[in-house]
């Protein structure tokens, strides 16, 4: 399976793989699409019991600049995510790296409970 890994140069944040190169967006938009430097992924009782998982509160705090410049992604995800383009949408962002947030957060919860 290809692996697109992350790459991040003057603080943009690009997916690649071989020759392919798809920018996603500057680092402080993704930030603020996620809605801030950290996300909390909340566990429930039984989810709290895996031995990985070390919550003392029943959730984690994920660092969004570290994660998603050490998550790599899938064809599929990369494929999907260049049909949005890098004009500005409603929310003042690109419309791929707003996407590239939903979808990351989508990631970051299905680790955790549903929202």
Do not use: K, N
């Not at 003042?92 to 549903?114: H, K």
């Amino acid at each position: 399976m290809t692996q697109f890994e992350p790459d991040c140069r003057d603080g943009t944040l690009a997916l690649c793989h071989d020759d392919t190169r798809v920018t996603v967006g500057s680092l402080d938009d993704i930030v603020a699409a996620v809605g801030g430097e950290t996300y909390r992924i909340e566990y429930d009782d039984a989810q709290r019991m895996q031995p990985w998982l070390d919550t003392d509160d029943g959730g984690l705090e994920i660092d969004v600049r570290d994660a998603v410049t050490t998550m790599t992604h899938t064809e599929e995800f990369v494929t999907e995510l260049t049909e949005y383009d890098m004009a500005t949408d409603r929310y003042g962002l690109p419309t791929r790296t707003v996407e590239f947030a939903d979808r990351f957060v989508d990631i970051l919860e299905q680790q955790g409970l549903d929202s």
